[in-house]
């Protein structure tokens, strides 16, 4: 029986046809439904997951494939406690998402550039964000977000009500 | 409710009228004893919300909280512990409307909005009316009714305070979600009179004070969505999200060639494989090459049925399937461009309109004046061919909905823009009576993820039904890939204007004509949203007008994309406004005003036409705060202005572009000014317009979808490449808020007007006009 390890957990999957993506096996089989499916080809960045820390595309990546490695998926990022990640609050308090569907998949995204990179340029955003689509557009703000988190873990203001209006 | 209806915008294509035009719209009286069955919802509603509840503070989802105590009207609970539920009623789809309605109620009833949890309500005409997300119509169409279930709520909870404590009503007022009695200097929850207040007979609209502007405490500002824990967080929200005990996971293959049917397939192969329950063949329903939201029209197809979504959809690619082609769609948008070139300088078909006199509607031509006498005398005339083509939605999630059928009643959990109609369409299909559709129908709407317009179809919706009925007793997720979605879409469709207009010897525009070039299926009238609206912009504002059609054949289904119409016109018109404001030796500022003239509405019979003071409004207020002018700021760099009007709300642009040799486009900035009324949360109508900017530019360059013997080419976004991170602009948002204007949606005319800025900077920086949309197909680059 195959297990994988998935949020810091061991996950039993079955005897499952091993060419079914990881995309699926997570939605279906543990019921980890946050990784999103939206062109099944690398194209969207929907389903989004990290890899030992490195952002990859769960629809290309056959579970039969997985062995060690450490997956972690939207599930996965806040605390046990449920405390957001500096990146899921600042989405949250920038008010990031529009229909939503592609943020997990921008989440971990930018929570895998923020961890190599504490102070990332424009550049920086444009190369680690360029392979997820948001389809609602809501670019400007994934950027001020990364941008806010970054200053939220360096310790620093990372958002002032003041400049932009009161945040309810 | 004037002043709902004032808001309609006159552009809505039918469906939307008819919705629209249903008695519902008021706060149905129900007894409070109904209000407690109603609330009691059914077994299947609890499963999903369950699901849908977990780890969220502000959104729940409606039955999860039926065990709330006090119910005062359909959209407000009082929980035990004194914190408030208010219902959400319509679909949410990225609009922002799940925060943006409770916020009305929410100040009416003079709630903290720590206090709200917000609760996703299930479909039911008979208490909610009609609940949509289209048109931009949320907004104006419940803002007073909305205003008046909260007013309900407060009378009813102060009400039941005076009676409680035995103190004058004259003497309370409320605060924060408390009751005030200020003279004692005392202050209660609400929660202490929640159960009195639930007993309370309902008072009727005409006995509400509503408030004021300034006594607004919520309304004005920003409010971040209700939902965004759970998004960040990865909670079930979504279509296909739900988990269901038993649940059986479904792909469905359809003809390439838009119509065909399926004959036979290779069903042993198919059922052998591994994971696969079942596998059949479904016939077409209805006629569903014609957008029909509430008919149950679907097209034939195979379904797989299996045990997991990989399952069905690794035994997809396996499948062969002999096809019908005889009702197969045959049309090419290769020969369609080749026809309407060959006729850019004939006449069309006159293009009529209803008009409404004292005997009954009658249709008369759309022209208006002479517009070929005063063309003859003009002093320039100016000449444009404008194309644009077929789009794709490509809503990021795909078609997906799950059904539950079982002793003739079947239970659906949908993200759809018009729910009632799903529900309506699924008895059309089923063979139930209309009488019965409430009983045995049921369906839930789940958060949408995008919609666009294409989920106002509900074609997913009756696939699923039809799938599980044969699959009775077991729960079936439908899963569509993105292949599916953009070979199977109800496009925007593609089309053309043959522009000629005149202006007198101080440039001021004298006559304009028409000749618009579109698709029917029918031969009778054109495709959906392939209509040109005969008082569309600028027929109100100028007096000789000439406007006629001709319809190609072509039955390649066509539906409404995020503003429908005008998310092509706007590209046309603003451009050849643009070419007639050089030709005229004004300002391009000059010239638009000019032509819109002085304030007043355009069409003074028509409530709902444009006001053409808020229309010069926006556009001087974006050349200020922009510093636009025509003309280069560098070589190569310049911005370009434009302006459009539709669904009852006002939008100018200014993009700041650069161009190099080698046809490569530099978004800078784009400065936005809108007019949509009143805005009652602000963080919600930014992010309206902020994406309707990029959604039109990514259009703009890329967008394409083209068909040959009614087979879609593109398949992924390999081949329909959307606007990605680098390629985003720099925004700059602002509105103008007239005081005497309630609010009107910003989900759609945030979009078109970007098109024609960009297309007009890069004129202004290169000099190259351009009349055809995508731009790539010009060599044009978006870096
Ligand atoms: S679903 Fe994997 S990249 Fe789109
Ligand atoms: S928020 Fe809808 S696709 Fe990104």
């Known amino acids: ?168 | 409710m004037k002043l709902i209806t004032d808001n309609l915008s006159p552009e809505l294509p039918g469906f939307f009228q008819d919705l629209t035009s249903t008695p519902k719209l008021e706060i149905p009286e129900l007894s409070r004893r109904q209000f407690f069955k109603v609330s009691g919802i059914t077994g299947g509603g609890l499963v999903i919300g369950l699901a849908l509840g977990t780890g969220s503070n502000k959104a729940k989802a409606q039955s999860a909280a039926a065990d709330a105590t006090s119910t005062l009207s359909p959209y407000v609970q009082i929980q035990p512990n004194g914190r408030i539920n208010i219902f959400s009623k319509n679909p949410e789809c990225g609009q922002g409307i799940k925060t943006g309605l409770p916020l009305i109620i929410a100040d009416e009833l003079d709630c903290a909005w720590e206090d709200v949890d917000v609760v996703q309500a299930d479909i039911d005409a008979s208490k909610y009316g009609a609940q949509f997300a289209g048109g931009s119509l949320s907004t104006p169409m419940n803002w007073m009714a909305m205003r008046q279930a909260g007013a309900t709520g407060r009378a009813m909870i102060l009400a039941a305070a005076a009676q409680q404590l035995n103190i004058p009503l004259t003497e309370l007022s409320t605060s924060n979600t408390k009751v005030v009695h200020a003279t004692s200097g005392r202050e209660w929850g609400y929660g202490e009179f929640a159960e009195l207040a639930a007993t309370m007979p309902v008072p009727d609209a005409a006995s509400l004070t509503l408030k004021t502007k300034d006594q607004f405490t919520l309304m004005g500002k920003r409010f971040t969505g209700v939902d965004n824990h759970d998004i960040v967080t990865g909670k079930p929200l979504f279509g296909a999200d739900t988990r269901l005990d038993g649940m059986l996971f479904a792909s469905y293959t359809k003809c390439p060639q838009i119509g065909g049917r399926a004959l036979s397939f290779n069903e042993s192969h198919i059922k052998s494989l591994r994971g696969v329950v079942d596998a059949f063949i479904l016939d077409e329903f209805g006629n569903p090459k014609m957008f029909n939201p509430g008919g149950g029209d679907m097209f034939s197809g195979v379904a797989i049925v299996a045990e997991s979504t990989w399952a069905a959809l690794k035994a997809k690619r396996e499948l062969e399937i002999e096809w019908d082609l005889s009702n197969a769609e045959v049309s090419s948008w290769s020969e369609i461009v080749e026809r309407a070139y060959a006729m850019k300088d004939e006449d069309g078909e006159p293009l009529m309109t209803t008009s409404r006199g004292p005997n009954g509607p009658t249709t008369v031509p759309a022209s208006k004046g002479d517009a070929e006498a005063v063309l003859q005398n003009a002093a320039t005339v100016v000449s444009g061919f404008y194309e644009y083509p077929y789009v794709s939605h490509a809503q990021l999630e795909p078609e997906t909905c799950t059904a539950l059928y079982q002793n003739g009643n079947v239970e659906i959990w949908a993200p759809a823009q018009i729910p009632q109609s799903g529900e309506s369409g699924s008895a059309v299909l089923l063979g139930i009576p209309a009488e019965e559709a409430a009983q045995r129908v049921v369906l839930h709407q789940t958060r949408i993820g995008g919609g666009f317009g294409r989920k106002l179809a509900n074609d997913y919706v009756f696939e699923v039904v039809a799938i599980a009925r044969r699959m009775e007793g077991r729960p079936v997720l439908l899963q569509w890939t993105r292949e599916d979605d953009m070979g199977g879409d109800y496009f925007r469709p593609g089309g053309f204007h043959s522009y000629t207009a005149g202006l007198d010897s101080v440039g001021n525009l004298t006559a304009w004509q028409d000749h618009f070039f579109t698709s029917t299926g029918n031969d009778t009238a054109p495709m959906t949203s392939a209509d040109l609206n005969p008082n569309v912009f600028p027929k109100d504002v100028i007096d000789n007008v000439k406007l006629s059609q001709t319809m190609f054949h072509n039955a390649i289904p066509t539906g409404p994309m995020r503003a429908p119409a005008s998310n092509a016109f706007a590209f046309s018109f603003q451009g050849f406004m643009h070419e007639l404001a050089i030709a005229s030796g004004k300002s391009h500022v000059d010239f638009l005003l000019d032509t819109l003239g002085d304030p007043r509405l355009a069409n003074p019979e028509n409530p709902q036409s444009m006001h053409t003071g808020r229309a010069a409004n926006v556009i001087s207020e974006v050349a200020r705060i922009s510093g636009y002018e025509q003309g280069a700021s560098e070589p190569g760099r310049a911005k370009g202005l434009s302006f459009y009007f539709c669904h009852s709300g006002y939008v100018a642009q200014v993009a700041d572009v650069s161009v190099n040799a080698n046809k490569e486009v530099k978004i800078h900035k784009v400065w936005a000014v809108g007019d949509f009324g009143f805005i009652h949360n602000l963080s919600g109508a930014e992010n309206q317009m902020e994406g309707g900017i990029i959604d039109g530019i990514s259009q703009l360059f890329n967008a394409k979808i083209t068909f040959e013997n009614g087979i879609i080419q593109q398949q992924n976004f390999h081949q329909y490449p959307l606007l990605r991170m680098p390629q985003a602009p720099e925004l700059e948002v602002s509105f103008l808020e007239p005081e005497e204007f309630s609010p009107t949606g910003g989900g759609e005319p945030s979009m078109p007007p970007v098109l024609a800025a960009v297309t007009n900077a890069i004129y202004n920086a290169t000099g190259d006009r351009i009349r055809k949309m995508p731009l790539f197909e010009l060599g044009y680059k978006l870096v």
């Open chain 1, 1 to 168: 029986m195959a297990t994988l390890n998935i949020n810091g957990q061991t996950m039993d999957i079955g005897e499952i046809d091993p060419s079914t993506p990881l995309l699926w096996v997570l939605r279906d089989e543990l019921g980890l439904v946050g990784t999103k499916y939206g062109c099944g080809i690398a194209q969207c960045g929907a389903c989004t997951v990290h890899m030992n820390g490195a952002p990859v595309r769960s629809c290309q990546i056959p579970v039969g494939n997985l062995t060690d490695q450490q997956i972690t998926t939207i599930e996965g990022l806040a605390a046990a406690d449920g405390t957001l990640t500096p990146v899921q609050e600042a989405w949250v308090e920038l008010d990031v998402p529009q229909c939503g569907y592609c943020q997990a998949g921008q989440i971990m995204s930018a929570t895998a550039l923020l961890n190599n990179n504490q102070n990332p340029s424009d550049a920086d955003i444009d190369a680690a964000m360029s392979g997820n689509i948001c389809r609602c557009a809501t670019y400007s703000r994934i950027r001020q977000a990364i941008k806010d988190a970054a200053a939220k873990m360096n310790g620093t203001a990372f958002y002032d009500a003041a400049q932009t209006g009161e945040i309810a």
